[in-house]
């Protein structure tokens, strides 16, 4: 789809942050091409968020550029997000109603997209406390889906799921972003995450946070089984920089993997 | 279609509902034909000469304007309490200083007696019906005011960088993310007030004489007519009913469908409209 050695579509050059005296980003320097997966790992805390929203545009930097040509950025939070009083439906068609697109086809958009990310009929209807946390989140996604972003940026948005839903989003975002050709920023304290869904990995040390380490990951996400997800984060872990960002969460927060 | 059902069914839902309210409203005035026929009628007239009476009044032209009166009353002091208590409440709800200006003084407010204010303003406007239209902005504005400074301040913050992603238009947050939440709080204290607004307006008009039921009132106690006295009772009590089942409920039922199963007990006799 891309041309042989793609162009950086995302490209951050010496990003620094702070708020106040407190320092959260320290030169942080990296780029991601187009239709690639990036992924944020290090430490609960360590300003991977206020990255993904500096990248999404929402805050801007203390020092650095945010380069890229993307024109529809999107966020999908830990937290769905919905509001209680609108159905599924006008859930989802909540960024296009912003856009202001009409009633009836926002509402027509919303229901194929629902069925896209594997709501049933049924739900369309539904009000948030009617869904489960998978649904809440499927309906978030496809909230995000709706205004045909560009850019995903993806702020841990499955950490409040169990095991087995985990992997069945995370199946399902990375063949979405796949079929659509989009390019994702995923935040993460999950190196096992990381290793399933991302084509290159960047590694935060705690704060301030500095890119430590940055990891590619080659095989196609259809091939990376269990198997290679234990071997791949092992080898991970075996770079000293890395596994040393990774463990400041393990003496700090009790251990997060 | 599925829509339509659904509202249908609800509807159907509300009036069946409706023979529960029947049956204790029924009781009632059983017990109440029960204490006539123990004390006689100077202490408690019947239902029956109570409803005559009534209807009475209606015909001899008394009834309809002092209904008319009493509700003009009561909702202008209503509609300037909502607009006063929610604008101030709403910059108490958004700003820590104003909360901590504002919130002594709507205290203060709320602890004066409604029978003290209704003094207070007979000697300041006399007579007129703005002495009871006053007295009701006074006693209900620090309740509007309350439940709009709590709607704002417990917006959630998430759901405010939620909209603030999906770059949404001023106009759009404010119908389809402040308002809604905002409502859910400020609504419940908006029926209070009005329920409450229609008493205070009878007992200020109660003793400024100045028209309204409550003048009515005034004149049977003076006529020592505990049947009219009655009668004017039945009269109130009969506009609060109607303002609750036919106004607030269905409003209130619209606006909570997203949260229905939160909902429950939380009925016009728990609240002391009556």
Known sequence: ?????????????????????????????????????????GPSGCGKSTLL?????????????IAHA??????VFQDPCLLPWRDARDNVAFGLKAQGVGRNERRCRAARLMEVVGLAPDDVGKYPHELSGGMRQRVALARALAIEPDLLLLDEPFSALDLGLRRQMQALVRRLIDQRNLTAVLVTHDLAEAVRLADCVFVLSGKPARLTARHDIARPFAERDDGFVHSEVNRLLSDPATARALAVEDMGHGGGQ | MNWV??????????LWGGWGAAASLLLLTALWEAGHAAYGTLVLPSPRDTVAALVRMGGDGRLLPAVVETTGNALGG?????????????????????????????????GIPAIAWVVLALLWFGGSGLAASFTVVVTTAPIVFSGAAQGVRTL???????????????????????????????FPALASALALSWKIAVMAELLSGAGGIGDGLATARVQLDTVKALAWVLAVVGLLLA???????????HLQTWRREAQGGDSAMTRGLL
Not at chain 1, 12 to 18: K, M, P, V, Y
Not at chain 2, 5 to 14: G, V
Not at chain 2, 162 to 179: E, T
């Open chain 2, 156 to 186: 959630d913050g998430d759901l405010r960088r939620m909209a603030r992603a999906f770059r949404v238009p001023g106009p759009m947050l404010v119908w389809d993310v402040y308002l809604p939440h905002m409502l859910s709080y400020l």
């Open chain 1, 70 to 75: 993307f024109r529809h950025p999107v966020f």
């Open chain 2, 78 to 110: 209503f509609v300037a309490a909502s607009l006063v208590g929610g604008v101030l409440g709403a910059m108490a709800g958004a700003s820590d200083m104003m909360r901590r200006l504002l919130q002594p003084i709507a205290t203060l407010m709320l």
């Open chain 1, 53 to 65: 929203s500096m990248i999404g545009g929402l805050s801007e930097p203390t020092h650095g550029t």
């Open chain 2, 5 to 14: 059902r659904d509202r249908a069914s609800r509807a159907l839902d509300y």
């Open chain 2, 243 to 253: 303002l609750e089942y036919l106004l607030l409920e269905p409003v209130r039922r």
């Open chain 1, 1 to 41: 789809m891309n041309a042989m050695p793609p162009a950086p579509a995302l490209s951050i050059q010496g990003l620094s942050h702070s708020f106040g005296p407190q320092g959260v980003l320290d030169d942080v320097t990296f780029s991601l091409p187009v239709g690639r997966v990036g992924c944020l790992i």
